[in-house]
């Protein structure tokens, strides 16, 4: 790999990160942030241009820049939204790593991610945004050589791919050599924010692997789906790596039948499958993306009145403490 810095990582660092540049961007009201200040400290605004470009100039209300820009109204107290929704913080048997779930851990590589959204359950994670070298991740690895229930290695975040192809390469190396692996898998949602980050030593290094990989998305309207991503995920699919998606059930954003069969389709137009619909994690400051869970129960059964089973996706809650996402 070159020395010089990658595309993706330039695309990273422009990222707009101050709510006023992007509403004048979009040609939007500066009133629609007004008061946003403390909820910009609390969690910054980041959001890549290309992202940007993706949203409707002069519509407040489009779906992708919902998710990111920063409102007076995410510094209300709402009971039952707190900062820990899903109990993550104690379920870490070494630093980095979730053992959760039966056969399956989950290793949070790094804090960061190319876009926040503020709907995020990390907005109030004790993070540091810097990425943890090899030496790190030792601890982890043993963890995972010591216990040959786990076959399956979920890279989490943040985003995994904010880690730099390089270091990506050593730590699959390392879990290579961990016998009883099977399947690594990749949480992401930078394929969507900036597709440049598909790049050929990433995709070669996963075709190349023993580990069967499979990605999974995370993508919740389809406008946030153009040329350049579907080109992206093309890529990864001329691999052989299975591709999937995971979105989160969003009020304003896509809670209504048309968005969520609308998000299926161009999903299944470059071959991905739904696999997820999450509920929203009742985290502090994301309350009004909440939409109730009966609401949610029509939505999926209306969408199966109208698509194949294969592109409804499981309604799922997580809950601390159980051993498996909950089936809705
Ligand atoms: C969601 C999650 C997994 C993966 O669960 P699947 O149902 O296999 O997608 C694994 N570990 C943790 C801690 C999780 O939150
Ligand atoms: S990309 Fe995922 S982890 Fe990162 S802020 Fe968005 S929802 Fe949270």
Redesign the pocket.
């Known amino acids: 790999m070159s020395i010089s810095t990658q595309t993706w990582q330039k695309i990273l660092v422009q990222a707009i990160s101050d709510p006023a540049e992007l509403c004048r961007m979009l040609e939007l009201d500066p009133d629609i942030i007004s008061d946003c200040e403390r909820s910009r400290q609390q969690f910054r605004m980041r959001v890549p241009r290309a992202f940007v470009s993706r949203m409707e100039k002069g519509n407040p209300n489009d779906p992708l820049l919902q998710q990111v820009l920063p409102l007076a109204i995410e510094m209300q107290t709402i009971p039952g939204f707190n900062q820990d929704p ?1 109990g ?1 913080l104690s ?1 870490s048997p070494v630093p980095g790593l ?4 039966h056969g ?3 290793l949070t590589l790094t804090g960061a991610c190319a876009v926040n959204c503020r709907y995020c359950f990390r907005r109030h994670y004790p993070y540091d945004e810097k990425v943890p070298g090899l030496s790190q991740w030792q601890a982890a690895l043993d963890y995972i050589a010591a216990d040959s229930s786990i076959t ?1 290695v ?1 890279l ?1 975040g943040g985003d995994p791919l904010i880690v730099k192809d390089q270091q990506l390469a050593q730590l699959i190396t390392s879990l290579e050599r961990i016998p009883h692996l099977k399947t690594l ?1 990749i949480h992401t949602r930078l394929p969507i924010m900036i597709p440049e980050r598909i790049t050929k030593v990433l995709v070669d290094l996963l075709k190349q692997s023993r580990l069967k990989a499979v990605i ?1 998305l995370h993508s919740n309207h389809a406008n946030e789906i153009d040329k350049a991503v579907a080109a992206a995920i093309t890529q990864c699919q001329d691999a052989g790596l299975i591709v999937l998606n995971q979105a989160v059930l969003l009020k304003n954003v896509n809670d209504s039948v048309d968005a969520l069969v609308q998000l299926s389709e161009s999903l299944f137009e470059v071959g991905v499958l739904p ?2 619909l999450h509920v929203l994690d009742p985290v502090a400051g994301a309350a009004h993306f909440n939409v109730d869970k009966e609401k949610a129960k029509q939505l999926i059964a209306a969408m199966s009145d109208r698509l194949p089973g294969y592109l409804v996706p499981k309604l ?1 809650q ?1 809950v601390a403490g159980l051993s ?2 909950q089936l809705l």
């Open positions: 899903v993550e379920a979730l053992h959760k779930y399956r851990v989950l399956e979920i989490s898998r999974v696999y997820y799922v997580e498996a996402k």
